[in-house]
T-cell receptor, first 112, second 109 residues
Framework: NAGVTQTPKFRVLKTGQSMTLLCAQDMNHEYMYWYRQDPGMGLRLIHYSVGEGTTAKGEVPDGYNVSRLKKQNFLLGLESAAPSQTSVYFC???????????FGQGTRLTVV | AQRVTQPEKLLSVFKGAPVELKCNYSYSGSPELFWYVQYSRQRLQLLLRHISRESIKGFTADLNKGETSFHLKKPFAQEEDSAMYYCALSPAAGNKLTFGGGTRVLVKP
């Protein structure tokens, strides 16, 4: 029972490089979320999805893109990484509104 | 816009003392409210939900719609309660799950 799995766990990027973070869930959840966690800022919502093929912007979407081509996967892309995107990224999923969200283990990204 | 505020960044208490984590929200409708916890080196996990009205690990939370608060309480803190706690809101309309800034709890022996 894997739950929510994020790939990779750690990554160091140079400014301007691109990368994709993968989130996979095996619970048949409709909703998926991407958050970033920064000291003193808590969890801030980047993008979310309420079903396969749909995405929506959260609080801090600039510099990120997402795709939900398959129900079980939610990809977060950084087209041109900046040092301000150094953070810990968390993916989460839930059945729907008001339901418990299950989290991945996090991805620690450093942009130098 | 919905917002969740946790005014305390750090709470330090002695083992056996009561602990209360404050959570205030702004939302005009009837939201669903949660407390999530992140223990050291572990992923975030649900601690409790408003709708279930249950006590988990001795913690309870009361929704006060008049004060728009959902404070988390435990009468006797234990060392294993040391963790990061997040209050979260799921709105009645729309699908954004919004978190507060988090409160770090340190329970000293």
């Amino acid at each position: 029972n894997a739950g929510v799995t994020q790939t990779p766990k750690f990554r160091v990027l140079k400014t301007g490089q691109s990368m994709t973070l993968l989130c996979a869930q095996d619970m048949n959840h409709e909703y998926m979320y991407w958050y970033r966690q920064d000291p003193g800022m808590g969890l801030r919502l980047i993008h979310y999805s309420v079903g396969e093929g749909t995405t929506a912007k959260g609080e801090v979407p600039d510099g990120y893109n997402v795709s939900r081509l398959k129900k079980q996967n939610f990809l977060l892309g950084l087209e041109s990484a900046a040092p301000s995107q150094t953070s810990v990224y968390f993916c989460a999923s839930s059945y729907g509104w008001g339901q418990t969200a299950f989290f991945g283990q996090g991805t620690r990204l450093t942009v130098v | 816009a919905q917002r969740v505020t946790q005014p305390e960044k750090l709470l330090s208490v002695f083992k056996g003392a009561p602990v209360e984590l404050k959570c205030n929200y702004s939302y005009s409708g009837s939201p669903e409210l949660f407390w999530y916890v992140q223990y050291s080196r572990q992923r975030l996990q649900l601690l409790l939900r408003h709708i279930s009205r249950e006590s988990i690990k001795g913690f309870t939370a009361d929704l006060n719609k008049g004060e728009t608060s959902f404070h988390l309480k435990k009468p006797f803190a234990q060392e294993e309660d040391s963790a990061m706690y997040y209050c979260a809101l799921s709105p009645a309309a729309g699908n954004k799950l919004t978190f507060g800034g988090g409160t770090r709890v340190l329970v000293k022996p």
